[in-house]
C-alpha cells in the first residue's frame, strides 16, 4: 500500500533562509512523487515532480527535491525563501498507474516573515 | 490551453437545495478526479474516472452525492439535498498520465 507522511504540519522561516518541508513515503511500487503548493483560496499547483528520471529534481520557484529510496524521502528545499512562498505544500505519492488516484499529505503550512 | 475549468466559482444555497457542479477537464487528458477540501478534513478524493467510466467512488460521502461524466469533456457532481456540513471547497482535476492539474475550485456555502 502506498501512503505519505508529511513531518511537519506547520514551518516557519525568515525571508531569505532556506525551507526544507520534509516528506516520506512508502510504496509497494516503484513511485511517482510530486509536490504541489496552493496559495489561500487558490487550486493546487504542480511545483514538481519524480518519475524516476532523476533523484534530483528541479521545480518551479527556485524549489527542488532529492528522492532518497534509502531512506524513502522526498524533502522540498529553497535556498532562500521569498514572502510569496507562503502557501500549503502538499506531498503526493503516486502508483505510477496511470488513471489512478494520487495519496496526498496532510500538508505543511508554510509561513515566511520579514 | 485553459487548464481545468470549473464553475461556478462561488455557490451560496439554502439547506435541502440540488447543488450542480461543473468541471470540463484539459483536453486530452483521459482520467478526472473530484475532490472536497475543509478546514477539518483535509483534501478529501470523492470520485475519480478513466476514459468516462466511475472507477472509485468509495469518497463519496452518501448517497446525497452523485457524479457523472457523459463525454470526455464534462463532468458534474450533484449534492441533492445540500445541508451545511457540505459546504466545501470542491476541486476538479485533470490526468493523463500521472500528475494532476487542479481546477480553480467551487466553494459552495450551504445555509
Known amino acids: 500500500a502506498q501512503s505519505v507522511t508529511q513531518l511537519d504540519s506547520h514551518v516557519s522561516v525568515s525571508e531569505g533562509t532556506p525551507v526544507l518541508l520534509r516528506c516520506n513515503y512508502s510504496s509497494s511500487y516503484s513511485p511517482s512523487l510530486f509536490w504541489y503548493v496552493q496559495h489561500p483560496n487558490k487550486g493546487l499547483q504542480l511545483l514538481l515532480k519524480?518519475?524516476?528520471?532523476?533523484?534530483l529534481v528541479k521545480g518551479i520557484n527556485g524549489f527542488e527535491a532529492e528522492f532518497k529510496k534509502s531512506e524513502t524521502s522526498f524533502h522540498l528545499t529553497k535556498p532562500s525563501a521569498h514572502m510569496s512562498d507562503a502557501a500549503e505544500y502538499f506531498c503526493?505519492?503516486?502508483?505510477?498507474?496511470?488513471?489512478?488516484?494520487?495519496?496526498f499529505g496532510k500538508g505543511t503550512t508554510l509561513s515566511v516573515s520579514s | 490551453d485553459a487548464g481545468v475549468i470549473q464553475s461556478p466559482r462561488h455557490e451560496v444555497t439554502e439547506m435541502g437545495q440540488e447543488v450542480t457542479l461543473r468541471c470540463k477537464p484539459i483536453s486530452g487528458h483521459n482520467s478526472l478526479f473530484w475532490y472536497r477540501q475543509t478546514m477539518m478534513r483535509g483534501l478529501e478524493l470523492l470520485i475519480y474516472f478513466n476514459n468516462n467510466v466511475p472507477i472509485d467512488d468509495s469518497g463519496m460521502p452518501e448517497d446525497r452525492f452523485s457524479a457523472k461524466m457523459p463525454n470526455a469533456s464534462f463532468s458534474t457532481l450533484k449534492i441533492q439535498p445540500s445541508e451545511p456540513r457540505d459546504s466545501a471547497v470542491y476541486f476538479c482535476?485533470?490526468?493523463?498520465?500521472?500528475?494532476?492539474?487542479f481546477g480553480p475550485g467551487t466553494r459552495l456555502t450551504v445555509t
Open positions: 482535476a485533470s490526468s493523463f498520465i500521472d500528475e494532476q492539474y
Open positions: 503526493v505519492v503516486n502508483t505510477r498507474q496511470a488513471g489512478t488516484a494520487l495519496i
Open positions: 519524480y518519475t524516476s528520471a532523476a533523484t
